[in-house]
């Protein structure tokens, strides 16, 4: 993909982000970290990729060890989320 | 189906995770809203996931799927036993996996484009006529970053977990802390060296695709360099660090999206990388410190302050829990302002308790939270929450100062700096500037203590002193419960 495109969807991404995440009220900063923390992982996506080529035991290793950090981030991070925003939830 | 159709839907199967987790962050404008966003937010995750599993040629099936199962079940069970207490920790262990997973799928990148264009094989040639991203300069240089930008999250972040989580070592009878401060002599000359060595080596990886040599030292390098920046920081700066840790987990997803040529990764970790700065900056501001000042300096009282004798002395009036029921009977508004010293002595169902016994008996109880009042963003609301606080009482610092004259009593349990009035008054102290709680405004005071040691600037408190403000030497959860207890026999 052209080098331009990226670019330009990374910088409106940041903008976007600028916008979103400053409507986020303090009381709710914490799961906003780990809920992004999991949002990070999407690493992932080349993650499966590198440990699914079949292309050599290091780069499969390698891969693999990629997964598991990154589907650590993604499922301990929604998860984590999820109970605390219940608690924000049960009352009020 | 025919390959071209299937990067189609694959790629639209990754725009839709991207409008998932803008919905997702969108959803956290409101914690009614918040529960719904998440899910959407992992529904987009999941779907990113297939649409990879399925559109890429996935040979080594053992592999991909070991990594999900480990993976899967070590986050189920961090977030299922993670005590909300630990909540700094775990944000900072998992900002280091963001950043590891990062540099090291770089690294395996970098190493498949090797692999392909040795020239041992007769397909090599092709491989390099036909993968021209992969030699690109795009291609080196966001490799670079992302090692750079991973490692140095993941060995930040592991310090700072390790802070957070009070590791200390014993060496001859003396307790050394990780959490306190550690100056090395002339560490901002040592750390400016290790910096221009991690970009020489990001030079050198650009400048030498052929080789893995240069990827792996520039790693090693950025996690010498992601101790030593996050060492001389201490525990009551920690919300700052953490939200720029989270920043750079956000940054390296989006750089490797750069070299793997992938818009979901860069939507994703720019959407992470923005959030993480402006809760830097919102921490930042709360203590009135530029980020270099918390990165580069380090607090400490100053020559020439008032010493704890001058401000202290004959004027500390120390109350028992009988005294504080006595002041609590017929006060109509309350107001707790709770810091880490709540966490520590994990009062915050004490605390919830008190304020039902109270409202039980007609006063208003709320809570004032200063922004920094904690070790990471929105630490006091989450364990307060947990003990079923409903989220309408706690109030940002702003909407609650103008308030405070008209409160009756109003309780500082294990907060310190975050209510020194000498933010206001002395322009030459460390904190000077720094928006407070303005608590000393109440009527009355009540301060929950164990004792009159120094917050983590190390100045003393003149709170602690005033005629109106009462100290209650005692550890919050049992301060509550003893306070409780009054209140029941008073009543």
């Known amino acids: 993909m052209d080098f331009m495109l990226l670019l330009t969807v990374f910088v409106l991404a940041v903008f976007l982000g600028f916008e979103i995440i400053t409507k986020v009220p303090p009381t709710l900063h914490t799961p906003l970290m780990s809920g992004s923390n999991a949002i990070s992982g999407i690493t992932v996506v080349g993650a499966l990729v590198a440990a699914g080529t079949g292309e050599g035991f290091w780069v499969k290793l390698i891969g693999f060890v990629a997964i598991v950090l990154a589907m650590t981030n993604v499922v301990g991070g929604f998860l984590v989320s999820h109970r605390m925003l219940m608690m924000f939830r049960r009352k009020g | 189906m025919d390959p071209s159709t299937l990067k189609i839907l694959q790629n639209l199967t990754y725009l839709v995770a991207s409008a998932l987790f803008i919905f997702g962050l969108k959803g956290l404008s409101h914690p009614r809203k918040a529960v719904r966003g998440n899910m959407l937010g992992s529904i987009g995750m999941l779907l990113a996931i297939l649409a990879t599993l399925v559109g890429e040629h996935i040979l080594s099936w053992g592999w991909v799927l070991a990594g999900l199962v480990v993976g899967s079940g070590f986050g189920v069970f961090l977030a299922v036993t993670v005590p909300m207490t630990g909540m700094p920790q775990m944000v900072g262990v998992l900002n280091g996996f963001g950043g590891g997973a990062s540099f090291l799928v770089a690294g395996a990148e970098l190493a498949m484009v090797i692999a392909r264009s040795a020239p041992a094989t007769g397909e090599a040639a092709a491989h390099v006529a036909e993968g021209s991203h992969a030699s690109s300069l795009q291609f080196l240089i966001a490799t670079a970053l992302s090692g750079l930008i991973g490692s140095v999250t993941l060995f930040g972040s592991f310090v700072a977990a390790g802070k957070l989580q009070e590791l200390h070592i014993t060496i001859g009878g003396k307790k050394y802390w990780l959490s306190n401060s550690i100056l090395l002599p002339g560490r901002n000359g040592i750390n400016a060296l290790v910096f221009l060595a991690c970009l020489a080596l990001c030079v050198a990886v650009v400048g030498n695709p052929g080789t893995m040599v240069w990827y792996v030292l520039l790693v090693i390098v950025a996690a010498v360099l992601g101790v030593l920046i996050t060492i001389p920081i201490g525990g ?39 959030s993480g700065l402006i809760l830097t900056a919102i921490m930042c501001k709360a203590m009135n410190r530029s980020l270099a000042n918390v990165m580069f300096a380090t607090m400490g009282p100053q020559a020439g302050a008032p010493s704890a004798d001058d401000v202290y002395a004959g004027k500390i009036k120390s109350v028992s829990a009988d ?136 100045i003393p408190n003149p709170l602690f002193a005033n005629p109106n403000t009462s100290m209650f030497f005692n550890d919050g959860k049992k301060a509550f419960m003893e306070i409780i207890s009054a209140l029941k026999e008073n009543a």
């Open chain 2, 236 to 274: 009551a700066d920690m919300p700052v660090v953490i939200a720029l840790l989270n920043s750079y987990s956000g940054l390296a997803a989006a750089a490797t999206g750069f070299v793997i040529n992938n818009n979901v990764l860069i939507i994703a970790g720019s959407l992470v990388g923005a």
């Open chain 2, 323 to 458: 005294e504080i029921a006595m002041m609590l009977d017929g006060a109509q508004r309350v107001v707790i302002v709770p810091g880490y010293g709540l966490a520590v002595s994990q009062a915050q169902h004490a605390v919830r308790d008190f304020a039902n016994l109270l409202e039980s008996r007609g006063t208003t109880v709320e809570y004032a939270i200063h922004p920094v009042a904690g070790r990471m963003p929105g630490h006091m609301n989450v364990l307060l929450a947990e003990a079923d606080v409903p989220y309408e009482k706690l109030l940002e610092m702003d909407a609650i100062n103008p308030t405070l004259e008209t409160v009756d009593v109003g309780i500082v349990v294990g907060a310190n700096d975050v209510v020194n009035p000498v933010a206001r008054t002395d322009p030459n102290s460390p904190i000077a500037g720094m928006p407070i709680i303005d608590i000393d405004k109440c009527r009355s005071v009540i301060v929950i203590k164990r004792s009159l040691s120094p917050g983590f600037a190390g």
